[in-house]
């Protein structure tokens, strides 16, 4: 079937540190993956997508590459910000209608 | 890109009454889901709204407990029924048109039943 494992959290990092947060998939044929981000008592907001395998999604220094050979949709950024603290859900959406979504990972960023 | 529009925002009920939740889209959408996501939790999807015809329910939910119209294509509504404490959760409307187009999403209903 189809399905997103993402990354535990919480995820604690200081400003200005690298980060990544780890996200894999089960999917047939060749899905759409995104990231959500959730700010606190706000619904989701579309991070980033990318429909086809190598595609890079990017956006507000963020970045993921579509790996279909490691089946993966890593999240990365270079520099945190305290404002990116919030949670994160990697997605796929498969040739249909239905969306699959990890759990989630808590992001706090320190200054 | 959809704006959507879902009211109310927050609820306290009281356990035996029924809540329901609108859903607003600025632009007629193909698809329409509408999600719960439990504190500290990922979204479990609850149906899938259709025009015209009965919502396509997932497992574990029944109509009986969370009817849902959608009279037409920029609007839905949910209803939780006969309210328990584990009904608290915040409900989530979304919408999503064609195939590879990402989801679009209110800022969620708070629900808290006491």
């Known amino acids: 079937g189809n399905s997103v494992t993402q990354m535990e959290g919480p995820v604690t990092l200081s400003e200005e540190a690298f980060l990544t947060i780890n996200c894999t998939y089960t999917a047939t044929g060749y899905p759409s993956l995104f990231w959500y981000v959730q700010y606190p008592g706000e619904g989701l907001q579309l991070l980033l997508k990318?429909?086809?395998?190598?595609d890079k999604g990017s956006n507000k220094g963020f970045e993921a590459t579509y790996r279909k050979e490691t089946t993966s949709f890593h999240l990365e950024k270079g520099s945190v910000q305290v404002s990116d603290s919030a949670v994160y859900f990697c997605a796929l959406r498969r040739s249909g209608n239905q969306f699959y979504f990890g759990t989630g990972t808590s992001l706090t960023v320190i200054p | 890109s959809a704006v959507i529009s879902q009211k109310p925002s927050r609820d306290i009920c009281q356990r035996g009454t029924s809540l329901t939740i609108q859903c607003q889209v600025d632009s007629q959408v193909t698809m329409m889901f509408w999600y719960r996501q439990q504190p500290g939790q990922s979204l479990t999807l609850i149906a899938t709204a259709n025009q015209g015809s009965e919502a396509t329910y997932e497992s574990g939910f029944v109509i009986d407990k969370f009817p849902i119209s959608r009279p037409n294509l920029t609007f839905s509504t949910l209803t939780v029924s006969n309210m328990s404490p584990e009904d608290s959760s915040i409900y989530l409307c979304?919408?999503?048109?064609?195939?590879?187009?990402?989801?679009?999403f209110g800022q969620g209903t708070r629900l808290t039943v006491v």
């Open positions: 979304s919408v999503a048109g064609t195939i590879d187009t990402e989801a679009f």
């Open positions: 990318a429909t086809k395998a190598d």
